[in-house]
């Protein structure tokens, strides 16, 4: 005769009100920032092809954007700017009259409550498309970080409440962190890209903000996929020279670096769910291959549990929308 079990763990799953009950990782609209791309231009609202649900924006039509945003309880928004011109040295990046620092205005009269992180690369402002200045064929590390620091100081004057270096220069945190204190802005935050690798999962990404590399790649200053123990370096050099919040970038293939920089630093750890994370759930949805309500509230509820507070997504706004009950 077959014994019955002792423990019955389906106890904690008969009813709906006690799985949520004893549930151990949610996610709310507090939990996410919301990417946005603002162009130059007039009169813009341009779906992204391979981002579904994501647009180039004006600053003329901006509050559509905004407006959607607060009445849906998402805290903060990241700005990426697709300038006018380009140029050798991304000039449009620190241009105190640049597209994001117009944007970041625009914004903060539009929702004062609202906060706006300003992404500090100049990829999408250079004519070659690198994070840095050129000399010959590599990226000049020192001659950048004079200018990323620029391009903070210019949109934490234009009104940005935090500002976030992208462009995995060494010193990027520290360069920005002095030059914010020196203008008597100790208090502005710094998140800094801290983990951040050179993955192929940004290909939408580099189509939305029009950044894609004219020559060679990034992988001398963006981390290889396959180190962990590296992160590790990177995220405690970012914690050394100032920085508030650290992350990871790419999230879905980076839980395991997630899970460690959790258990390594008590510090606030954002993880950035991707354009090409985001796409492959848009294509395969649209192909009937799943159902994607369900499989991304999975995918971020799985980059929470591996433990980022702080989740990058350009999925946020519809998952504020299916957390309220709404189609």
């Given at each position: 005769?077959?014994?019955?079990?002792?423990?019955?763990?389906?106890?904690?799953?008969?009813?709906?009100?006690?799985?949520?009950?004893?549930?151990?990782?949610?996610?709310?609209?507090?939990?996410?920032?919301?990417?946005?791309?603002?162009?130059?231009?007039?009169?813009?609202?341009?779906?992204?092809?391979?981002?579904?649900?994501?647009?180039?924006?004006?600053?003329?039509?901006?509050?559509?954007?905004?407006?959607?945003?607060?009445?849906?309880?998402?805290?903060?928004?990241?700005?990426?700017?697709?300038?006018?011109?380009?140029?050798?040295?991304?000039?449009?990046?620190?241009?105190?009259?640049?597209?994001?620092?117009?944007?970041?205005?625009?914004?903060?009269?539009?929702?004062?409550?609202?906060?706006?992180?300003?992404?500090?690369?100049?990829?999408?402002?250079?004519?070659?498309?690198?994070c840095g200045v050129i000399n010959g064929e590599k990226i000049d590390n020192d001659v950048t970080l004079e200018l990323l620091a620029r391009s903070a100081l210019?949109?934490?004057?234009?009104?940005?409440?935090?500002?976030?270096?992208?462009?995995?220069?060494?010193?990027?945190?520290?360069?920005?962190?002095?030059?914010?204190?020196?203008?008597?802005?100790?208090?502005?935050?710094?998140?800094?890209?801290?983990?951040?690798?050179?993955?192929?999962?940004?290909?939408?990404?580099?189509?939305?903000?029009?950044?894609?590399?004219?020559?060679?790649?990034?992988?001398?200053?963006?981390?290889?996929?396959?180190?962990?123990?590296?992160?590790?370096?990177?995220?405690?050099?970012?914690?050394?020279?100032?920085?508030?919040?650290?992350?990871?970038?790419?999230?879905?293939?980076?839980?395991?670096?997630?899970?460690?920089?959790?258990?390594?630093?008590?510090?606030?750890l954002a993880a950035y769910n991707v354009s090409g994370e985001y796409s492959m759930v848009k294509a395969a949805s649209r192909a009937g291959w799943i159902d994607?309500?369900?499989?991304?509230?999975?995918?971020?509820?799985?980059?929470?549990?591996?433990?980022?507070?702080?989740?990058?997504?350009?999925?946020?706004?519809?998952?504020?929308?299916?957390?309220?009950?709404?189609?």
């Amino acid at each position: 005769m077959l014994k019955h079990p002792d423990l019955r763990m389906r106890r904690l799953r008969e009813k709906a009100p006690v799985r949520d009950m004893v549930r151990e990782t949610r996610i709310s609209a507090a939990n996410f920032i919301y990417p946005m791309f603002v162009t130059c231009g007039e009169n813009i609202r341009e779906e992204i092809e391979p981002m579904p649900g994501c647009f180039h924006t004006s600053i003329d039509r901006l509050s559509e954007e905004i407006d959607e945003v607060v009445e849906l309880g998402i805290p903060s928004v990241l700005l990426f700017g697709l300038p006018p011109e380009k140029d050798a040295v991304g000039s449009g990046a620190y241009d105190p009259e640049g597209i994001i620092q117009e944007a970041t205005r625009t914004i903060k009269e539009m929702a004062p409550g609202l906060m706006v992180i300003g992404d500090v690369c100049l990829c999408e402002y250079t004519d070659h498309g690198h994070c840095g200045v050129i000399n010959g064929e590599k990226i000049d590390n020192d001659v950048t970080l004079e200018l990323l620091a620029r391009s903070a100081l210019t949109q934490v004057q234009a009104g940005a409440d935090m500002v976030a270096p992208s462009s995995m220069m060494d010193g990027q945190v520290r360069a920005i962190r002095e030059t914010l204190d020196a203008h008597g802005y100790e208090d502005t935050p710094i998140m800094g890209y801290a983990a951040k690798y050179a993955s192929s999962f940004y290909g939408p990404f580099r189509v939305a903000a029009d950044s894609t590399p004219q020559f060679g790649d990034r992988r001398s200053y963006q981390m290889d996929p396959a180190n962990r123990r590296m992160a590790m370096r990177e995220i405690e050099s970012d914690i050394a020279e100032g920085a508030d919040i650290v992350m990871v970038k790419p999230a879905m293939a980076y839980m395991d670096v997630i899970k460690e920089a959790r258990d390594r630093y008590d510090y606030p750890l954002a993880a950035y769910n991707v354009s090409g994370e985001y796409s492959m759930v848009k294509a395969a949805s649209r192909a009937g291959w799943i159902d994607e309500q369900p499989v991304t509230m999975e995918l971020l509820t799985a980059i929470r549990r591996s433990g980022a507070d702080i989740i990058i997504s350009y999925h946020a706004k519809e998952v504020a929308r299916w957390l309220r009950g709404e189609a």
